[in-house]
């Protein structure tokens, strides 16, 4: 038997993990400035929760769910996104709590499911960092939030990254513009895939979206919805783009943009890349505005603001743009051991070592003295410790310096006693 992992998804092995670690560190670093606090919910929830949330008609919910009855013949679904869940969480927790804890941010970063075709950048478990704040009206709680994801990809060293932002409006500002829409799309009726025929009656808006080639040609002509803005709507839109001018940050005003989730309102982002050879796949982070959906699964009335990632395009990004890494790879000291005889004298230098704070390691596979230093220089070592027969003996251990080749004798008592004094002697001498 040869077992294969499931289709569209990865193994993420040494090597590539201190990749992933870099990238939700760096998250970690930056959205905590901002005050967001991490928040962790469960893999899987009540189908309901994210239908209603992200919407029937929508590919995620219509095509890509992993549902399922559990054995207690209850209906639920491996989480396609974070939001939906989130809010879940807002309202059950009772978070919006006193006006004091206003606006409430936290972040996440785990795996999603969507039962897609797989293809390059595109999983069936594939992992999100995002970020949701909670309760403000602000748009300066939409500007401060895109030019955080925009710090994000910069600190990752991507430079090739657009932001482009659009505007869904309110209740007032959809209800215009879908009859707008459906005025405009019904001549064209035969030309639209079956998608979008259904959508056509079902919620218009989501023809936007669709990804099929003929839809596309017919969504070039269609109106654009900023000429349907309320006067509200206009009014948050404006300030954004306003707010954006006053802090010098570069945008780009896509009408078409719906994104494929139902709750948005107000302002809706994507970033997307340039780097090359991202053709399709080039968004790596979405959001945006969605001040009905803590009312909508039951909560008091609270807007809110979020957006998310996909890991694996960042890295995919980060590699077509070649952005330089952090060296992972660091040891302080190997401990080369020559011989049966100084296997435990072996294991108290490298745990006298560790416990002195750094980091160690020491060959376990009897190897020869070439092959072990091979190992040492392979896990980057900065000092080789050598202990053979004739070391134990006279109480020594021979300490190198691998960058200046330099060698120096100590007494093994100096290993054990003070670590860090034999460090800083090789080291910094
Ligand atoms: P797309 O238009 O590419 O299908 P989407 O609109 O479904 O994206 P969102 O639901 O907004 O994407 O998710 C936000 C981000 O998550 C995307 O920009 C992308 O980076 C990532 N993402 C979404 N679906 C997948 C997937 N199946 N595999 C890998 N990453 C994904
Ligand atoms: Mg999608």
Request: one cysteine or more; proline letters at 4%; a negative charge.
């Amino acid at each position: 038997m040869n077992y294969q992992r499931p289709k569209g998804t990865n193994d993420i092995l040494p090597g590539e993990s201190e990749k992933w670690q870099f990238v939700e560190e760096t998250a970690r670093l930056l959205f905590g400035d901002y005050q967001y606090h991490e928040i962790r919910t469960p893999m899987f929830e009540h189908y309901e929760v994210v239908a209603r949330s992200v919407g029937d008609t929508t590919d995620i919910v219509s095509k890509e769910m992993y549902d399922f009855y559990d054995k207690g013949k209850r209906h639920v679904t491996l989480r396609p996104e974070g939001t939906a869940p989130i809010v879940r969480s807002y309202i059950e927790n009772k978070l919006y709590g006193p006006e004091y804890v206003k606006p409430y941010k936290v972040y996440y970063s785990g795996p999603m499911f969507r039962y897609e075709r797989p293809q390059k950048g595109r999983l069936r478990q594939f992992h999100q960092i995002g970020v949701e704040a909670f309760g403000s009206e602000n748009p300066a709680t939409d500007v401060e939030t895109m030019i955080m994801a925009m710090e994000f990809f910069k600190q990752l060293g991507l430079h090739q990254i657009r932001l482009v932002i659009n505007s869904l409006g309110d209740k007032e500002t959809r209800q215009a513009y879908r009859q707008a829409l459906i005025d405009y799309l019904t001549p064209f009726e035969a030309q639209l895939s079956d998608d979008s025929k259904r959508r056509l009656h079902e919620n218009p808006l989501r023809v936007l979206d669709s990804k099929d080639k003929r839809d596309k040609e017919v969504v070039k002509g269609a109106p654009s919805i900023l000429d349907y803005l309320s006067e509200a709507a206009q009014n948050h839109f404006s300030e954004v783009t306003k707010m954006l001018d006053a802090l010098e940050v570069s945008y780009e005003i896509d009408s078409n943009m719906v994104r494929g989730l139902d709750y948005y309102t107000h302002t809706i982002f994507e970033i997307m890349s340039d780097a090359p050879k991202m053709g399709a796949q080039s968004t790596i982070c979405a959001g945006g505005r969605y001040d009905q959906l803590v009312e909508e699964l039951g909560g008091p009335q609270t807007p809110g603001f979020g957006f998310a990632m996909g890991i694996e395009r960042v890295l995919m990004i980060m590699e077509a743009e070649e952005a330089v890494l952090p060296d992972f790879d660091h040891l302080d000291a190997y401990v080369v051991n020559l011989g049966q005889e100084t296997n435990v004298e072996a294991l108290k230098i490298v745990q006298a070592i560790r416990n002195a704070g750094f980091s160690a390691d020491r060959d376990v596979m009897n190897r020869k003295a070439k092959a072990q230093f091979k190992s040492a220089d392979r896990q980057k070592a900065e000092l080789v410790l050598t202990i053979g027969k004739e070391e134990l003996e006279a109480g020594t251990v021979r300490v190198k310096h691998m960058a200046t080749r330099q060698e120096v004798e100590f007494l093994l008592a100096d290993v054990y006693e003070d670590f860090a004094t034999v460090y800083d002697k090789m080291v910094k001498e």
